[in-house]
């Protein structure tokens, strides 16, 4: 790498939000994004990689619809977390470190200043055990506010070990205090026998599925979406770990008091576009259809490992949650080793979606560690959503 070359940004889609050349060994994960009442844009992200801490997040303010960004504070001791907005104040909710304790903390200027969850009623929703989470959506349905998590038991590896539950408090009460939060009861860890359901009949026939060397990857689930199905039931559709093909999801049930869960492993796997990398759904009422924003696999990249191939961004929509269909390709680029567009969250914003983007690209010095490992935060206006058409 030329360490005097200068930073280039001009050919890094979108608009850059904030920047971390792959040189640092400080990677940027975990965008979250949303809108606050006075119309600012407010984005933060989480800093990884074996020179941090694993234990710091950094929020962003946009003034001007996202044209320009600037840092409003960094937060030692949140990670993995979700922005949202209830009654006119922004909150963040997510783990305090790497499989750390649940909380959550309140800002009342526009993410400059936020709360400490030093105790239960401050913040600390949840401490006994280790836990995982991602910004994934915050859905508010029926007078309460729901969240999707896991909880890594047993305490070793990665992803086979995920143990999915939700949490849900009322919208009137005090969100700070652990004791307004229902808890469900933490689901059993992905079954490994499932995998085979995760491939038809006829692929086994004609490609040998089970012979394919990323077939008997370990498999898991995680980083959740809570949506309320077209007849009202909530769900928790999960992202898959199918390194195999990479377009399975899993809907868990959740029980009308929030406090269990249940699979029918036979039924609730479905085929979605880019389901091995984390996703996040949203319903638009005016086209009554569920939108998403994931990892699909372009055709010119099949047999690859589909969880680290992140290098195209496309638009989904469903209207009942089990079919998908693949709308439009967003962000693409042939390099799926160092180019990633991942782990993207966004929301509405009249005809348009607005969107975060954990960016891996070129950045002039030498670019990002890998497609996982991002250098770029990046911000995303997709026009008249609802008009896109796939064309290849």
């Known amino acids: 790498m030329n360490l005097t070359a200068p930073t280039d940004h001009t050919k890094v889609p979108g608009t850059v939000i904030a920047h971390s050349p792959k040189e640092t060994g400080r990677y940027l994960g975990s965008p979250s994004i949303v809108i606050l009442p006075n119309g600012n844009y407010v984005a933060k992200l989480d800093v990884f990689g074996s020179k941090t801490t694993s234990n710091t997040t950094q929020v962003f303010l946009s003034s001007n619809r996202g044209k320009t960004w600037e840092q409003q504070t960094e937060i030692v001791g949140q990670f993995w977390s979700t922005l949202f907005v209830h009654e006119r104040d922004l909150y963040l909710i997510g783990t305090d470190q790497l499989y750390g304790n649940v909380t959550i903390r309140k800002s009342l200027d526009g993410g400059k200043s936020w709360t400490r969850p030093t105790k239960n009623t401050s913040g600390l929703l949840l401490s006994e055990g280790h836990f995982h989470c991602a910004p994934v959506p915050i859905l508010k349905h029926k007078d309460r506010i729901w969240m999707a998590l896991e909880k890594h038991d047993p305490h070793e590896g990665w992803c086979w070990n995920m143990r999915p539950f939700v949490i849900s408090a009322s919208v009137n009460t005090d969100l700070l205090n652990a004791s307004n939060w229902t808890v469900s009861e933490y689901y059993p860890i992905f079954d490994q026998s499932w995998r085979k359901l995760l491939v038809t009949e006829k692929e086994k026939a004609t490609s040998n599925a089970e012979a394919h060397p990323n077939f008997m990857s370990t498999s898991g689930w995680l980083e959740g979406n809570v949506v309320a199905s077209p007849t009202g039931e909530l ?144 911000f995303h206006r997709i026009k008249n959503f609802q008009e896109k058409s796939l064309i290849l």
């Open 235 to 378: 769900v928790n559709i999960l992202r898959v770990q199918e390194p195999y093909k990479g377009c399975s999801a899993a809907i868990l049930h959740i029980s009308s008091d929030g406090k269990a869960l249940s699979f029918d492993p036979t039924n609730d796997f479905i085929d979605f576009p880019g389901g091995c990398v984390k996703f996040t759904i949203r319903f638009d009422p005016i086209s009554k259809h569920y939108w998403s924003l994931t990892n699909w696999i372009h055709p010119d990249d099949e047999g690859k490992n589909a969880e680290r191939t992140r290098n195209t961004l496309a638009l989904t929509s469903s209207s009942d949650l089990r079919e998908w269909t693949v709308r439009s390709v967003i962000l693409r680029h042939p390099d799926s080793i160092n180019t990633g567009f991942q782990y993207v969250d966004w929301v509405f914003e009249n005809n348009d979606i607005i969107a975060a983007s954990r960016t891996a690209f070129d950045d002039g010095l030498g670019g990002a560690d890998n497609s996982h490992n991002a250098n770029y935060l990046t």
